[in-house]
């Protein structure tokens, strides 16, 4: 595959450019156009055309979700039953009752666990996650895997930024990171307390009024008479990205791309109508449209309906299994503004919103080419703890993918009889980033390179886990 990193011809024309971005086209400045200006994929057996992650942060319990322990003893054994799934000797708990239905389009990773210390908080885990590579390789900050992909491979969706974090705004969001690229690479926030409102928008990708209509137009015309001009003559093919980049603020498919209100009625009850079914439901149309790197990071907000509920993420240290707030006598602090795992705001809307998630996606034509990745930063301790909680643990936890090739109905890796350390075909968050970029077809025997041209191994540190292929 050819080196897709820019000249410093390119770079230095867009410099020049830029003015015109920051002087009214607004978001057409420099970032954005370089953003565009990467190229598709070549060589490789593509099994992926875009991946859609979702990101479910604070560090959800494996024991209670993707990996039964019905024979733990009572100080680590979770109440939730294990359930059957549509693969024979394959369950889940009770709490992804629907989720085994479709067990059959799922390969589920046991084997998780981190094999250093220094990612066992959520800034730090949220970090590694996100980029694959430790945050303890502290001599370059490493990008994200959508930044890296999208510097790579840039998008099929010519109006919308190539990676897209929905909706970006949850406790650890600002540890996404671009690293030795260049800033066009940084994953676009949609914002957003509450997806369902029907008065939520991206007011980012809206000109502002008096940028839009013959203002506008005559702007893009004055680019044109620039590059026309004899000092622009250089790299005439970059023309095409601010043409993108114009895509992005002038067509009304940015707008419908983000409404789920236009969605028929039975889609959205299918996902289920609240906050995290809307985030879903968001990234599949953003999937749909053709962006080629979706995160959904959803963290259901406080309303009236969840009083004290001002953190609902996976951090239970206190009361894990309470049917309502986990503040309740005898709480740590540390599990503040949570409800127990068990709560419809949870895993109740959790389960509901992947399967719908996985069903739609199948039936639209769009799972063969989406690789879908439900991932947390690590897990719970097995023991439960004095607040009858779970506390942040690292050596076990579980994934998930679909799509694109992976094998359904199939576990890769065990624990023990706890959950608490992996027996079996261990993995680690750099197998996870390197899986992404070999289902993508990227070569990773080839570098990216800082701006001092000192080249970057960004697949190099793991290996494809071998089943999802």
């Known amino acids: 595959m050819p080196d897709r990193s820019f000249s410093k011809q390119k770079l230095d024309l867009l410099c020049r450019r830029s003015f015109l971005g920051s002087s009214g086209l607004g978001i057409l400045g420099l970032s954005f156009p370089q953003c565009l200006s990467a190229a598709a994929t070549?060589?490789?057996?593509?099994?992926a055309k875009n991946v859609l992650v979702i990101y479910e942060q604070g560090g959800l319990?494996?024991?209670?979700?993707w990996d039964p322990k019905p024979e733990a003893?009572?100080?680590?054994?979770?109440?939730?039953?294990?359930?059957?799934?549509?693969?024979?000797?394959?369950?889940?708990?009770?709490?992804?009752?629907?989720?085994?239905?479709?067990?059959?389009?799922?390969?589920?990773?046991?084997?998780?666990?981190?094999?250093?210390?220094?990612?066992?908080?959520?800034?730090?885990?949220t970090q590694y996650a996100l980029s694959g590579s430790h945050p303890a390789n502290a001599a370059i900050s490493m990008p994200d895997i959508g930044s890296i992909v999208s510097h790579?491979?840039?998008?099929?969706?010519?109006?919308?930024?190539?990676?897209?974090?929905?909706?970006g705004n949850h406790e650890q969001a600002a540890e996404t990171r671009v690293g030795f690229l260049p800033a066009s690479t940084k994953v676009f926030k949609t914002g957003g307390k509450d997806l369902s409102d029907p008065s939520w928008k991206i007011d980012s990708l809206i000109p502002r009024i008096e940028n839009q209509g013959e203002r506008l137009s005559s702007r893009m015309q004055l680019k044109d008479r620039i590059e026309k001009s004899p000092a622009s003559s250089d790299a005439p093919a970059m023309d095409r990205f601010f043409g993108q980049a114009f895509d992005m603020i002038s067509s009304p498919k940015v707008s419908q791309a983000f409404n789920v209100q236009n969605e028929p009625e039975k889609v959205r009850e299918a996902y289920g109508k609240g906050h995290r079914g809307s985030c879903y439901l968001v990234g599949r149309k953003l999937i749909e449209?053709?962006?080629?790197?979706?995160?959904?990071?959803?963290?259901?907000?406080?309303?009236?309906?969840?009083?004290?509920?001002?953190?609902?993420?996976?951090?239970?240290?206190?009361?894990?299994?309470?049917?309502?707030?986990?503040e309740l006598p005898g709480a740590t602090g540390a599990g503040a503004g949570r409800y127990g795992i068990g709560h419809w705001v949870m895993m109740g809307s959790t389960d509901q919103a992947f399967s719908a998630l996985i069903t739609d996606l199948d039936e639209r034509g769009l799972l063969q080419e989406t690789l879908v990745c439900f991932v947390s930063e690590f897990g719970r301790t097995p023991k439960i703890n004095k607040a009858k909680g779970r506390d942040h643990w690292t050596h076990a936890y579980s994934i998930a993918f679909a799509g694109a090739g992976v094998p359904g109905g199939q576990i890769i890796g065990k624990t023990d009889r706890e959950g608490g350390y992996v027996v079996e075909s261990g993995y680690t968050?750099?197998?996870?980033?390197?899986?992404?970029?070999?289902?993508?077809?990227?070569?990773?025997?080839k570098p990216l390179y800082t701006s001092g041209n000192r080249p970057i191994f960004y697949g190099h540190a793991g290996e494809p886990i071998k089943g999802v292929f």
């Open 42 to 47: 070549a060589g490789k057996n593509v099994k």
């Open 61 to 65: 319990s494996h024991m209670d979700t």
């Open 73 to 125: 003893i009572s100080e680590y054994r979770s109440p939730f039953k294990p359930v059957s799934t549509n693969v024979p000797g394959m369950q889940f708990t009770e709490l992804l009752s629907k989720t085994a239905k479709i067990a059959n389009k799922l390969t589920v990773v046991r084997s998780m666990h981190h094999t250093r210390g220094g990612a066992d908080a959520h800034p730090n885990g």
């Open 152 to 167: 790579l491979l840039g998008s099929g969706c010519k109006y919308l930024p190539p990676y897209i974090m929905v909706p």
């Open 289 to 326: 449209a053709g962006v080629r790197f979706v995160t959904v990071d959803t963290r259901w907000p406080l309303t009236k309906e969840t009083p004290r509920g001002g953190n609902l993420n996976w951090d239970h240290h206190d009361h894990i299994y309470t049917n309502e707030t986990c």
């Open 429 to 445: 968050p750099e197998d996870y980033a390197s899986t992404i970029y070999e289902k993508l077809g990227l070569d990773r025997n």
